[in-house]
DNA sequence: CTAAACTTACTGACGAGTAAGTAAGAAAAG
DNA sequence: CTTTTCTTACTTACTCGTCAGTAAGTTTAG
């Protein structure tokens, strides 16, 4: 991994965990061993290197979604909500990210990412389209239904600890809580039905 | 309305449109029309004055689905989601302050609104547990349903112009979306089935 | 009159970004 | 071959704008 690389990489760190604002590019650089001066070298401005971070994550992200090829638009959905859970458990930093760019609105994210998320949606809209053709899934709105699942799975790694401390306050709901990983197959299992025919 | 409470009001936008980092004491004093120091003078710090925002609006939320009192589970998930759906309706800052608090999560949240936020899932909790006893609904996690609602409803609200922008990048997607009222039954049904025995 | 509710004019910390310079290696010139 | 020149990849030591917060004072309301 080469200088350049690993500055994405430990950004992508601090703007998962503390989001734009508070990452601090001295801070990136002390955790890579270098000076700032030195992304700056690398990077026109911060808002640069926070682009080469999404740009990555979008492009790979759509890569996965889009090649997704299933028998029938069931099993396609199910591999959607899969492969989409499943390239957030693969990249720890994205979901806090994500999270950040949909509450925020998206307003300053770059063209090519939006172009992304379009090809994402557009990935999803056929499948729901097909199912519909095939008398398996009654119409629904692609956006809220791209919702139901991504906002879901991107705020349930992000409110881990919020569960915890919400269950402290709770007796009822004590050892109800899982992992993102296992609610994956449940959430695609759960929008599957909520879409059947 | 006293000066206090239109100190709260116009920062409570400020927070909705840019974030607390991006929100500027100054710009809320201006339009209150008053001075700075005069919101210090009020509140001792700026998180005060976040924390006051915070505070009034998930004590109102929460009394709002507390008093939520059906005649059975079915018919209580769907007015805890219109319930929900038409708090934000009514208060159009909150969305954005509650999808970023989730985005981040919530870890710099003042314990009293945890606190509301544990009577909100608790109340949700109690509907699926009164649904499962019933045989109306499958045993689920109320965090996940809770998400499948919450993120749903307040990222739908922050991410208006960004599914306009989706769209525009795509043909097949045109003339579908709509607003937050307009998918609020919309998502009430889906959440009910998903859930139906 | 007093206390509450403000004001102006700051201070100082922070962090994005930059100017000027350096070291090492590669390429070009003689 | 050696020396000069250029390039890449950095460095230190700043500048400067921003904004949270404050001191000292004034104005307003009761």
Redesign the pocket.
């Known amino acids: 991994m080469?200088?350049?690389e690993q500055i994405i990489k430990v950004a992508s760190k601090y703007f998962s965990e503390v989001g734009y604002?508070?990452?601090?590019?001295?801070?990136?650089?002390k955790e890579v061993?270098?000076?700032?001066?030195?992304?700056?070298?690398?990077f026109?401005?911060?808002?640069?290197?926070y682009e080469a971070v999404l740009c990555s994550r979008f492009k790979d992200l759509a890569q996965t979604i889009c090649d997704i090829d299933a028998a029938n638009p069931e099993q396609a959905l199910r591999e959607y909500v899969e492969k989409f859970g499943g390239f957030l458990l693969e990249k720890p930093c994205f979901s806090a990210i994500f999270a950040r760019e949909l509450a925020d609105g998206a307003i300053n994210m770059p063209q090519s990412c939006t172009k992304q998320m379009s090809q994402i949606l557009k990935k999803l809209s056929a499948i729901l389209q097909e199912g519909e053709a095939q008398g398996v899934f009654e119409k629904e709105n692609p956006f809220m239904v791209q919702l139901m699942i991504v906002s879901t799975l991107v705020n349930y790694r992000t409110t881990r600890k919020l569960r915890i401390t919400v269950m402290k306050n709770l007796k009822e709901v004590k050892n109800i809580d899982a992992g993102l990983k296992d609610i994956i197959p449940n959430l695609a299992n759960k929008i599957i039905k909520a879409l059947k025919c």
Do not use: Q, R, T, W
């Open positions: 080469n200088k350049k604002d508070k990452a601090v590019l001295e801070d990136v650089a061993g270098v000076s700032k001066a030195a992304i700056y070298y690398h026109k401005d911060k808002f640069a290197l």
